[in-house]
């Protein structure tokens, strides 16, 4: 047992965690004389209050309310579906309610361990692996639910609205365990820089900083990797007949306009949107306001769109042609380019766009998996 865990733990267990502020306390101490030591601390404290209760809405709003709208004729969606969105966030949320417990023993003590505390529990945050390995799965299964099952795409817009929630979605709690390790190294540092080498919690800091990072360089790459595919998600909602976008690994390298003519001399400027293994051409397409207002919204609070964007042809990197044009009287600064089976001239502003254009183009298709 250590000196952060005591009984407070037992009792935060049997409850919410409220948002009551810790009792004040002199922030000069003979240990701590800046004073700085007790203010990362109470940030800890207080940063850690936020996130439970944001853990605790999730399983309330959505969890809770999930499972009861699971079973029986007017079930809205499979209890195997909700397992899969929500992967072991109870399980997070005991793990932090014990945390948050324990910051609470450290800062009613003269020289506050946090470093200690984090050192001993770091263990426990294993179970992070779990969450995030299901991470893809879950939002993945959330986009196809709310394209399918109107009820459940109503339930969660409604859920967003209410006050507890704070506008936020169903997504955006999701993400917060992704988010909050990093958090922890940062936090961490920052106290272990106002430990001095003879403090009593000096070596329960440097222990804490080796195993929070260990988790943390897990959580930072499967972090760019599902930020990567949400801006995927939030394409795939906006463009009329896309292809299926979101995908593990895929990220948007750049998009830009290019104009183009097909082979009937048809002239017409496409927006392009140039993926890791990818590439998606599309014509600018007028939407109705209905359209946009029964958008996802699945990462974003994004207001309606007058504007979006349909799909005219796609394909993989390693089966798109890209041939230079020597220039001509007629024309200067073009390339031709078959994508799929459709085939167009591209007409560059000049020649650094279409250098620009290639160099990126060949660039990316070199660094593509294969189809």
Known sequence: AMGCFGSKVDRERSGSVRGEEAAPRTLITEDDPSGRRIQIAKEFLDTERTY???????????????????????????????????????????????????????????????GELFSTIAERFKCYTTYINNYNDAISCLVALQKKKKPFAEFTREMME???????????????????????VLLLQDLNKQTPEDHIDK?????????????????????????????????????INSPPLMHRGRHLVEEGDLLLTDKKKVENTFHYYLFSDMIVLCVEQQVS????????HLFTRSGD??????????AHLLKVELEDCKDRHDRTNCSSIKVHKTSFMIQFNDADHKAAFTDKFFATRARAPAA
């Open 289 to 296: 306001s209905l359209k946009s207002t029964l958008s996802l």
């Open 203 to 239: 070596t329960g800091c440097l222990e804490a900083l080796d195993n929070i990072r260990e988790v943390a360089d897990y959580v930072n790459e499967e972090k760019r990797i599902i930020e990567n595919m949400q801006e995927c998600a939030q394409l795939e909602e906006h463009i």
């Open 162 to 184: 209410l006050p507890e929630c704070n506008g936020l979605s169903l997504p955006a709690f999701l993400i917060m365990p992704i988010q909050r390790i990093p958090r922890y």
């Open 52 to 114: 439970v209760q944001s853990l605790e809405t999730c399983k309330r709003v959505y969890l809770d309310e999930l499972r009861a709208r699971s079973t029986g004729k007017k079930a809205i969606i499979k209890p195997k579906d909700v397992d899969v969105i929500f992967s072991n966030l109870e399980e997070l949320l005991a793990v932090h309610a014990d945390v948050f417990a324990g910051l609470e023993t450290c800062l009613e003590q003269p020289a506050p361990r946090i």
């Open 305 to 314: 769109k007058s504007t979006s964007y349909k799909c005219v042809e796609h």
